[in-house]
């Protein structure tokens, strides 16, 4: 779940002008947490370019320490100088939870999948999301953050860069017919 100040301290990494980043300081004031978090993204999708609002979510996510970045660091290490579509075909062998399906596309950008059904539709994956009544609409940069922590890990097992380039689909913007698909550009 992104915290605003840590995305406001991403934005002044990523250049944005302290102009736009005043406008966030106190974006949601008086919400609960996640309305707080809900507005911010609002924010960002009215003053933020598309590529903008990407990069910044793409540097938040949570579970990127501990047990998940532990299996992903040691599985790239054991398959250290092997392309990433070996190291995809040798994923079954990651011991950990957080190990989305991924495949390789044509164009050499990286697809990434990521939810779980329940009773033949997709859940959203952010625990946040499930605590909102349903149904509940979100922007897609909302997404972003599940983006950066499947971002995180994955750089960690593939030994490559990634740069997120698009959120394909997600649970909640597909009624559940579809799971989160991330779209990344390795660099």
């Keep these: 779940m992104p915290n605003s100040n840590k995305i406001i301290q991403t934005m002044k990494k990523k250049g944005i002008s302290e102009e736009i980043i005043k406008q966030f300081e106190s974006v949601g004031a008086g919400g609960s947490y996640i309305e707080q978090r809900l507005a911010t993204v609002d924010l960002m999708d009215r003053l933020l370019s598309k590529e903008q609002c990407l990069s910044v979510m793409e540097e938040q996510g949570c579970c990127v320490t501990g047990k998940p970045a532990a299996a992903h660091r040691a599985f790239g290490r054991k398959h250290e100088g092997k392309t990433v579509e070996e190291r995809l075909r040798l994923f079954d062998e990651l011991d950990t939870p957080h190990k989305p399906p991924c495949?390789?596309?044509?164009?050499?950008?990286?697809?990434?999948f990521w939810g779980f059904g329940q009773d033949g539709d997709y859940k959203c994956v952010c625990g946040n999301i499930g605590k909102l009544p349903?149904?509940?609409?979100?922007?897609?940069?909302?997404?972003?953050c599940c983006g950066g922590h499947v971002r995180q890990n994955l750089q960690k097992s593939l030994g490559v860069k990634l740069r997120l380039k698009e959120i394909v689909s997600s649970p909640v913007s597909s009624n559940g017919k579809k799971r989160c698909e991330f779209l990344f550009e390795i660099i």
């Design 103 to 112: 495949k390789l596309n044509g164009d050499g950008t990286l697809s990434v």
């Design 134 to 144: 349903q149904p509940v609409s979100l922007s897609p940069t909302y997404c972003g």
